[in-house]
């Protein structure tokens, strides 16, 4: 399974992106920490703990068992500077901690029907073989729209 979230809308809040599944936008919304990253610095240059998104980039997830949210979720793996990244439902900010939150809709700095869209999500991820995540930024991505609930 190929993800690809393409971040579209930055504020000094959050990050909000588009979700594709192999190549088609599953229309899931993403929320993450605002970007403060600095391309080409090491992590260590920008970072603010708890407040920052993760780096653009490749990553392998797996599915495993969450001792602070006590479920299985998904665990990105080898994010530079990050430890503990995952994706599970929330809908503003301050329900991340440089997680990636996912939602049906988004309004504003939030994503909405965010159950619904992790469970979705993670019903899909849980067939997979194996999941990779490429986040990157795109603008406009073709066929798609960016009109906030």
């Known amino acids: ?7 579209f ?8 992106g588009q979700l594709f599944i192999d190549g088609k ?15 080409g610095e090491p992590v260590s240059k920008w970072k603010v703990p708890g407040k920052s998104a993760i780096p653009y980039g490749d990553y ?13 979720l998904p665990l990105l793996l080898d994010v530079d500077g990050f430890d503990g990244v995952r994706m599970h439902p929330g809908n503003r900010a301050e329900d ?3 997680c990636i939150l996912v939602g049906k809709r988004w309004i504003r700095d939030s994503v909405l029907d965010s159950c619904v869209a992790f469970n979705e999500l993670f019903t899909a991820m849980r067939k997979a073989r194996g999941i990779d995540l490429t986040i990157t930024f795109q603008t406009p991505m073709p066929g798609a729209t960016y009109q906030a609930a």
Request: aromatic letters at 10%; glycine letters at 2%; charged letters at 30%.
């Open 96 to 98: 991340t901690e440089g």
């Open 1 to 7: 399974m190929k993800l690809a979230i393409y971040r």
């Open 25 to 39: 936008f599953a229309s899931i919304y993403t929320l993450e920490d605002p970007v403060l990253e600095i391309l």
């Open 60 to 72: 392998r997830v797996i599915i495993n068992h969450s001792t602070r949210f006590k479920r299985e």
């Open 9 to 16: 809308r930055f504020t000094d809040v959050c990050t909000v």
